[in-house]
């Protein structure tokens, strides 16, 4: 595989996600419902109290920010960062919507931090880290800007073979077209998804009492049509693969994604397994940057 330009990659991420937006704001309900309990994680491994000032890196429409605000209350303050200012839009509205104050969302590539030394108390993250071209340096970048005491919580997705929700519209697509094996080296859903694979990193960049913990969920759907749409909709990633089938290739696909999801029903909904893994770190000594 060529070399990743980083610059390059930066940029379609930035368009990827920008182009999705407006579905992350329509599914905003089915993502609350199936994965705030990852939030409240984070906040609880973060340990953050009122008055903190907190860092989320990749917030997209407003997770975990937007209850980490609520958390530190109005003595404290969140910055929340991402690249795709459609996503950031989103969040914005929803922290307007609940009146906060006390949130500022900022258009940033969070792989270097435009922040001194010690400027937050804590960092949170969710979904974002496995798709940096460079996350040695992101972390490190991370330990950098916390402050000594302070926590990193993050959490990723764990293995393909957890994330039915993933896994399955993959597998059927490589049965029509030719997909190339995804480098694990390289940015990706599935990038950080072994046990280890964060924390080796935490631990190389001298974060301290390291854990790394997969926790399971599921994602519920009503019906194989509504996780169809919902995945084709917001599945940035996938997005790309479904544009590469023909409009025959396109019918039998989506039916053999809707029968294999149909096996994971549960009573009157769809309950497809997912499965995460949250890596919790502390930075223990001063800032030597
Ligand atoms: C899967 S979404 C997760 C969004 C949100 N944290 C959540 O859990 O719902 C990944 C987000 O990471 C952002 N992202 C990807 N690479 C980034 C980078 N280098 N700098 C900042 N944000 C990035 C994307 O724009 C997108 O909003």
């Given at each position: 595989m060529s070399p990743l330009d980083p610059k390059q990659y930066i940029e379609m991420q930035r368009q990827d996600w920008n182009r999705v937006a407006p579905a992350w704001e329509k599914w905003d309900q089915y993502l609350d419902q199936n994965l705030s309990f990852?939030?409240?994680?984070?906040?609880g491994d973060a340990r953050l109290r009122a008055g903190y000032r907190v860092l989320d890196l990749g917030c997209g429409t407003g997770y975990p920010a937007i209850l980490a605000a609520q958390a530190v209350g109005s003595q404290g303050s969140v910055v929340a960062l991402d690249l795709s200012e459609g996503m950031l839009a989103v969040a914005r509205r929803k922290a307007d919507d609940l009146g906060l104050?006390?949130?500022?969302?900022?258009?940033?590539?969070?792989?270097?931090?435009?922040?001194?030394?010690?400027?937050?108390?804590?960092?949170?993250?969710?979904?974002?880290?496995?798709?940096?071209?460079d996350i040695p340096l992101a972390v490190t970048d991370i330990s950098r800007v916390l402050k000594s005491g302070g926590y990193l919580a993050s959490a990723v997705w764990s293995t393909a073979d957890k994330n039915p929700f993933m896994r399955i519209p993959m597998e059927v697509i490589r049965r029509f077209i030719e997909i190339p094996t995804?480098?694990?080296?390289?940015?990706?859903?599935?990038?950080?998804?072994?046990?280890?694979?964060?924390?080796?990193?935490?631990?190389?960049?001298?974060?301290?009492?390291?854990?790394?913990?997969?926790?399971?969920?599921?994602?519920?759907?009503?019906?194989?049509?509504?996780?169809?749409?919902?995945?084709?909709?917001?599945?940035?990633?996938?997005?790309p693969l479904f544009a590469r089938l023909s409009q025959g290739q396109r019918g039998e696909?989506?039916?053999?994604?809707?029968?294999?999801?149909?096996?994971?029903?549960?009573?009157?909904?769809?309950?497809?397994?997912?499965?995460?893994r949250v890596v919790v770190a502390r930075k223990l000594h001063s800032a030597s940057f």
């Open positions: 990852i939030n409240y994680r984070l906040v104050t006390n949130i500022l969302f900022q258009a940033e590539d969070i792989t270097t931090l435009p922040f001194d030394p010690a400027s937050f108390d804590a960092v949170i993250t969710r979904f974002c880290l496995m798709f940096l071209p995804p480098d694990p080296n390289q940015p990706g859903i599935f990038r950080l998804s072994k046990p280890g694979d964060l924390m080796g990193i935490a631990e190389k960049t001298g974060l301290h009492g390291v854990t790394d913990e997969e926790v399971a969920g599921e994602s519920l759907f009503d019906s194989a049509d509504e996780y169809l749409a919902n995945i084709k909709e917001l599945a940035a990633p996938l997005q696909v989506e039916a053999e994604i809707k029968r294999a999801v149909n096996q994971y029903r549960r009573g009157d909904k769809i309950a497809l397994p997912m499965a995460f």
